[in-house]
């Protein structure tokens, strides 16, 4: 079914908002009514949020279960922090999103940074690419913006997305947000790297990157983009189950950032600041996921 054709709502249904309120206070149970909503179809609408006067996004509330709670929550240091350091940067500013899922995280940027003036999101998921794509064309006039179903890496050519051994991630049921990519000739998914866009070196670019331990491959394959640009910032996400699955830590693709020119390494969450001499998990606890924010200098 084309997203379009989906019945659109300003607000959640009541048994969802009530389901999400009950899990919020680890009711037991409240998961469990979930799961029987998404299966009886109650869920099979999306809900459109205003993230600032002119900046939308519809949530497919049966895929991604959001209700207005996440969406105001969704990476709220990340996004502050992250906001301000593009305040910063001169226009004009591109931002790239490998991994974009819906869309959430480059629209709720947008909405803080209007200076923003040209979008590409990748998402290879073809459920999540449908509703970027939606999500995308619902910005302003002014925001170049373009969706793409292509995964980012360091090749150009097919791929496959494939889940993790449940091993790496415990007590976590598998879902879309855990797909990562393997190179396969003849796998369903196109490939591509963020240099062969080749984004004009005069601006600024803002390159996220959450590709669940593909994060080495995509900063090799955008090695050309983030040396030629004028300014420069790079999100990566530090995961302790992907670093166990993957074996690289984050800290590999900080020293190939600074390979290519003079960065300040920040964990958005804390406000820490990484070097490039120890393991990233050696300077900072292994007890969540954090998100790392490169700016050049």
Not at 147 to 172: E, H, K, N, Y
Not at 200 to 214: A, F, N
Request: charged fraction near 25%; charge should be negative; aromatic fraction near 6%.
């Amino acid at each position: 079914m084309d997203v379009r054709d989906i019945s659109v709502t300003k607000r959640a249904p009541v048994l969802f908002r009530i389901a999400k309120s009950l899990e919020r206070r680890n009711i037991r149970g409240s998961t469990r009514l979930l799961k029987v909503l998404r299966q009886l179809g109650y869920l099979d609408q999306a809900v459109e949020f205003s993230l600032s006067n002119s900046v939308r996004i519809r949530v497919p509330i049966a895929r991604n279960e959001y209700d207005e709670i996440d969406v105001c929550n969704y990476e709220t240091e990340l996004i502050a922090s992250l906001s301000e350091q593009i305040r910063q940067l001169r226009d004009p500013i591109t931002l790239i999103d490998g991994g974009a899922d819906i869309g959430l995280f480059s629209l709720r940027i947008i909405a803080l940074c209007p200076s923003i003036s040209h979008v590409i999101a990748f998402e290879p998921n073809i459920d999540g690419y449908s509703w970027l794509r939606l999500n995308l064309s619902m910005l302003p006039d002014g925001i170049e913006a373009r969706a793409s179903s292509a995964a980012v890496a360091d090749f150009c050519g097919r791929g496959r997305l494939a889940f993790p051994d449940p091993c790496f991630t415990p007590g976590i049921p598998t879902n879309h947000t855990q797909f990562f990519l393997e190179k396969c000739s003849d796998g369903p998914v196109d490939v591509t790297t963020i240099d062969s866009l080749n984004v004009q070196p005069m601006g600024s670019t803002v390159i996220k990157i959450d590709v669940e331990g593909g994060e080495l491959a995509v900063l090799r394959g955008a090695a050309g983009t983030i040396r030629d640009v004028r300014d420069c910032l790079v999100i990566l996400e530090a995961h302790p189950g992907v670093v166990r699955r993957t074996g690289i830590d984050p800290v590999e693709c900080l020293r190939l950032l600074a390979s290519l020119r003079e960065f300040r390494f920040i964990v958005s969450e804390t406000g820490d600041l990484l070097n490039t001499d120890r393991a990233v998990f050696d300077q900072i606890s292994p007890s969540r996921v954090y998100n790392l924010i490169a700016r050049s200098q």
